[in-house]
């Protein structure tokens, strides 16, 4: 084996930089491995893991992302950007790393204290922070329709805001939005709803799984259809978020799908509880019996609404027709 310096980083990173654990080799033996570290042992590299998902879709790192450093020329194998609170000790990465490590720092501080500005819809601050990244890779084909939704409610949703998931399904997008608003004034609220009892012991086992205890308590989950939010969610424009993901359960019974005429009253539900700088979310599917369809139900819905106070577009891809569409209604 050679005798280069080999340098193995394994950063776990969430909003608070949490560990390094890295070791330098000199004899080029191999460190001792952590259970979630792979190795490339010519090759010096940072691996990212264990983030944590809303760190992850802060930081627009993904599980298994990596930037190698061979010959400290460093090669992005997937594309993402970094966060830090603090760099990594500097003896032990790459100057051009280190500058892009407190580049990320910077970044990271500017958009800490925008998010701690009280009383203003997150879309007040622009740029978007995050999704510049997140959209330029749904435009190079990097990154799914459902990455770019997450990082829009992003910028629209505050802590303690109310949110509601119209169809949780899997619990994905109710796990994304519980990060959004749980902080520990325990204010906030998401009323997540699917006619499934399938699709919320799912949801419910997903937040069991990735969440704690206290934040789990600040979703609430109903077996009803989404027609009927206005039953249980505060009425009077209190809801910044009302999003739905359209079709059927994945890997569920795929006749139980969202219907275009429900689906319409439903949006008209969530039109009426929408707070002002409040956002309908859409993902509709085109690729299913009735889903063209529902998708024009809802695109019509949202090209009749007024333009004095709502701002509506859709994201669709053009060359591959099938793609599901997101429809984003913008309420002044
Ligand atoms: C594509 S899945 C949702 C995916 C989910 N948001 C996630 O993150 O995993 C669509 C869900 O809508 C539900 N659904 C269908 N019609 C509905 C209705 N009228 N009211 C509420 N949920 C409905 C289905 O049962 C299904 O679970």
Known sequence: MSSSVHTYITAQVCFRWRKIISTNTDDGSRPEPRKTTKFVPSQPRLRLEACT???????????????????????????????????PPTSLVSSKLRSILRHAVAQHDAISSQAEVPSSTASDAFPF???????????????KITEVAHAVWKNVVRKGDLVVDATCGNG???????????????????????LQKDALASTSSLLDRSVT???????????MCHTKMEDIVP???????????????PGGDKRIKTKSETTLLALEAAKRILAPGGLISVLAYVGHSGGREEFEIVQSFGAGL?????????????????????????KK
């Open 172 to 194: 994905y997008d109710t796990l994304a939005m519980l990060r959004l608003i749980a902080d520990d004034t325990r204010r906030g609220r998401v009323y997540a709803m699917d």
């Open 213 to 223: 205890a206290d934040e789990r308590e600040l979703v609430e989950l109903y077996a």
């Open 53 to 87: 998902e809303r760190a992850m879709a802060f930081m627009g790192v993904y599980p298994n992302s990596y930037i190698s450093l061979p010959h400290k020329i460093i090669k992005i194998r997937k594309s993402f950007k970094l966060f830090f609170q603090a760099p």
């Open 235 to 249: 009425t009077g424009n209190a809801v910044r978020l009302v999003a739905f993901n359209l079709g059927y359960l």
């Open 306 to 330: 007024p333009i004095d106070s709502w701002v509506c577009c859709k994201l669709q891809m053009l060359n591959r027709p099938l793609a599901p569409v997101l429809v984003l209604l913008s």
């Open 129 to 143: 922070s995050g999704l510049e990244d997140v959209m330029t890779g749904y435009m190079l084909g990097k990154r």
